[in-house]
């Protein structure tokens, strides 16, 4: 159905002339078949989005670059070809759907596509009643797209990009955003498109090991140029993006390898191995305490009363579904965020009450759009201003990030990091602000599991060095790795505050991979596996 | 005029985010108003036969061009009338645009152009979105460089000002690389002669209308004249509308009735229209 031969992208730079000396996509050669369940991954940044971009004309008409070779869809070739050429073959969707709706209800939204393609009215009918049924929407057709939730509007993005008749769906982290409630559903449910309806699927995704099991094969972006297709077991050698579960059986010499949690669970069985305890460490000083805190925007209540006391040389993981208030917790606590009542209290008084520059030298954050941060033109003069506002010894600030992100050319421009890079840039700026309390707000979004050992590593120095850190994250294997204590948040209460070996332990609504696996009390990381 | 258009935005608004808007148009119109009275008081032409507002020091500056320049002095009370009614005009029109843009949804917007005005539409939807997603993002953008604290001087405008542009233009192009891929610019079975046709088509009707507004407005003797213009102006609209909205190209699925509401807004802009119309001819 979909064939690419020898295709070569590259961006070009100010000059017109390629960026880099190797392509992006280099000489890519593989075909995809109807009903085909794909799943594509990749280090961060390593153009996992520039490829499927590729395969529906967004690359490069919207993101510049040359592109040869052959783009063989039905036979035909479409290399080059603008997207709305296209737009009856392959569907597309992306990692936020809110920012590509062009409609704001639901309806309008899923028959746009077939408007455009002047598809007749009998025929939209027909297909709206299919697709809504398919995917869980008749209830919701009438209802605005933004009291939607994160998973709802998502299998409206699917099926606005269905209703062209299309047979290959793309999607770029299409579960980036949700919980695992909405991620787990939305799953499933291409897992049927391509079985059911012989939809060929084309998922860029990093939570890998939700996939694995399902997938019919696997394509990786190498990030060298080079882009393979396989079959699961084979293609993850690379561990700088094999899940745990790949590289708990690697580590075992487990040969096939387990790609489900059922095929892993039988394999450790017969042969269990030993794992050391987790070391939790033991809380230090109170250094922040939360007192009845709310927050609320008109009538929606993000926060109820909640109280809780973070402790030096501990790092807190804050979990919940999308939803449950952990962003405007974070805000609040942090001092510069909406408040309805209660108080915070520190050594130095309420950060809510203090100047910009005393608040940051209790509490610093880095936010969910860390690059919100950055607003200079080059790496260099980020590291230098960051330098002159903390009066500290020039250079300060660029050996944090040296050491979080190796090194990187200083003249590059922030908004050309990776994802990866952007959040070390942004964490080595506050760090050096040097303050008891660090707040995290979803950090490990679009990371591949080598850049969040990185971050692992990094928090750990920070508890080491008696800092307290508050994480609020979706991603229960990093909370495995790092946390020390777990706070889950449910309608703006706090339900759950409890050590990681309990909240993560098998059986539990958010049991951590290893945990699942192995059924054994205490042991929830890869890390503490001996072999 | 004014409270006419605010008491629309206040019965019609809703809470998505370009509907809160507004509050930056009043604020910019009460700017103007203060700015053309502050600006009368100061570059005043005093004139002794003329009720006295209030008396003021005057300041005479040399500049060595023959007249002195008088600054301040007796302000009368017929020049801040004046001035009032000037400021309150613009902040009319300032109120006008910024209620079409805190209540018109571009994407309705978009959706009711027809076929061959799409690119046009597009344009002009983007150009409204602009304001209400500029204030959108420099709230966040503000709230977050609260984080990183205060830089001196320049550097404080432009750490909030680059992270809005570039957001406001990402979400733009994102947009518009969704519609792309949803089928959106499809030029579908017409061949590039009726393509080119619309094109001028839509060209002329646009310079048409718009030489004809100016002209009615600027040089009202003509009437006559400016009137054909006009009348010429719609009939090319029509003709461009018939040419570019082919079913062929398109499908209408979702149609948007008329409400009460629609027509009380229609017939009343039209009847301003007319009066405004009556008082070019009067005059």
Request: with cysteine.
């Amino acid at each position: 159905m979909i064939e690419i031969k020898n295709l070569t992208f590259s961006y070009l730079n100010a000059e017109g002339k390629p960026k880099a000396e190797v392509p992006q996509l280099n000489r890519v050669n593989l075909t995809i078949e109807p009903g085909e369940f794909v799943l594509v991954c990749g280090p961060t940044g390593s153009g996992k989005s520039t490829f499927l971009k590729t395969l529906n004309g967004l690359a490069p008409n919207f993101t510049g670059g040359v592109i040869t070779g052959e783009l063989l869809i039905n036979s035909v070739n479409y290399l080059g070809a603008e997207p709305h050429e296209l737009s009856h073959l392959v569907g597309y969707v992306n990692q936020q759907p809110e920012g590509a709706f062009v409609a704001d209800i639901v309806l309008d939204e899923i028959v746009y596509s077939a408007e455009q393609l002047a598809i007749s009215r009998e025929q939209i009918d027909s297909d709206v009643e299919r697709l809504s049924k398919m995917l869980g929407l008749e209830e919701l057709l009438k209802s605005p797209l933004s009291t939607l939730s994160g998973g709802q509007q998502q299998r409206v993005a699917i099926a606005a990009a269905l209703i062209s008749g299309a047979k290959v769906l793309l999607l770029d982290e299409p579960t980036s955003a949700l919980d695992l409630e909405g991620a787990t559903e939305v799953l499933n449910l291409l897992q049927r498109l391509a079985r059911e309806e012989g939809v060929s699927v084309l998922l860029a995704e990093h939570r890998i090991s939700r996939v694995i099991g399902s997938v019919d094969s696997v394509i990786v972006v190498h990030g060298d140029g080079s882009v393979t297709m396989g079959k699961p077991a084979e293609q993850f050698n690379d561990a700088r993006f094999a899940p745990p579960i790949i590289e708990l059986g690697q580590q075992l010499g487990w040969n096939p390898l387990a790609m489900t949690t059922k095929q892993a669970q039988g394999l450790w069985k017969q042969a269990p191995s030993a794992f050391k305890e987790k070391q939790l460490n033991q809380p230090g000083d109170r250094v922040l305490e939360v007192i009845d805190l709310e927050v609320s925007f008109g009538s929606i209540s993000a926060v109820k009363k909640t109280s809780l006391t973070l402790f030096g040389n501990q790092i807190t993981a804050l979990m919940g579904e999308n939803g449950s208030g952990k962003t405007s917790l974070c805000w609040a606590i942090q001092g510069s965020g909406t408040r309805t009542s209660g108080s915070v209290k520190t050594n130095s008084g309420d950060p809510k009450n203090l100047s910009v520059q005393d608040r940051l030298s209790i509490t610093t954050m880095v936010p969910q759009r860390a690059a919100d941060l950055l607003f200079l033109n080059s790496l260099a003069d980020e590291l230098q201003e960051s330098d002159t506002l903390e009066n500290v010894p020039a250079g300060t600030t660029a050996n944090l990030f040296q050491k979080l992100a190796g090194r990187i050319d200083s003249s590059i421009h922030p908004r050309d990091l990776s994802a990866g890079q952007q959040l070390s840039l942004v964490l080595s700026l506050q760090l050096v602000k040097n303050a008891p309390v660090l707040i995290l707000d979803e950090p490990t979004r679009g990371l591949d599991y080598a850049a969040k050992r990185a971050l692992a590593k990094q928090l750990d120095q920070l508890r080491d060095a008696k800092r307290s850190v508050l994480l609020a994250t979706h991603d229960i294997e990093f909370v495995a790795m790092v946390a020390d204590r777990v706070l889950v948040l449910k309608d703006g209460v706090i339900v759950e505050d409890a050590s990681p070996l309990s909240v993560l332990a098998s059986g539990q609504e958010l049991a951590s991979q290893i945990a699942e696996v192995t059924n054994q009390a205490g042991l929830i990381t890869i890390g503490q596996v001996l072999n | 005029m004014s409270a006419g258009a605010m008491l629309t935005v206040w019965l019609c608004r809703d809470d998505a985010p370009w509907s809160r808007s507004i509050r930056f148009y009043l604020f910019l119109g009460g700017i103007v108003v203060l700015l053309r009275v502050i600006f009368r008081v100061v570059f005043n032409l005093a004139d002794a036969n003329q009720d006295v507002f209030i008396s003021l020091p005057s300041i005479s500056i040399d500049l060595g061009l023959g007249n002195s320049l008088h600054l301040l002095g007796i302000v009368s009370v017929i020049s801040i009338q004046a001035a009032l009614v000037d400021g309150f005009q613009l902040a009319a029109i300032i109120l006008s645009i910024g209620m079409a843009s805190s209540l018109a949804n571009p994407r309705k917007l978009l959706r009711a152009t027809p076929g061959a005005l799409y690119e046009i539409a597009t344009a002009v939807s983007i150009a409204i979105n602009l304001a209400p997603q500029l204030i959108a993002s420099l709230k966040l953008v503000r709230r977050a460089r609260g984080l990183r604290g205060h830089s001196k001087g320049i550097k404080s405008l432009t750490g909030i000002i680059i992270p809005v542009l570039e957001d406001t233009i990402e979400q733009s192009m994102q947009l518009a690389a969704s519609m792309s891929a949803r089928g959106f610019g499809r030029k579908g079975n017409r061949t590039q002669l009726q393509l080119q046709l619309i094109r001028v088509a839509t060209f002329l009707t646009l310079t048409f209308l718009t030489v004809g507004v100016a002209m009615l407005l600027f040089s009202p003797a003509e009437q006559y004249l400016d009137l054909t213009v006009i009348v010429a102006g719609i009939v090319l609209a029509g003709f461009t509308l018939k040419l570019s909205s082919s079913r062929t190209i398109r499908t209408t699925y979702i149609i948007q009735r008329w409400q009460i509401a629609d027509l009380v807004i229609v017939v009343s802009g039209v009847l301003i229209l007319l009066a405004a119309f009556n008082g070019v001819f009067s005059k």
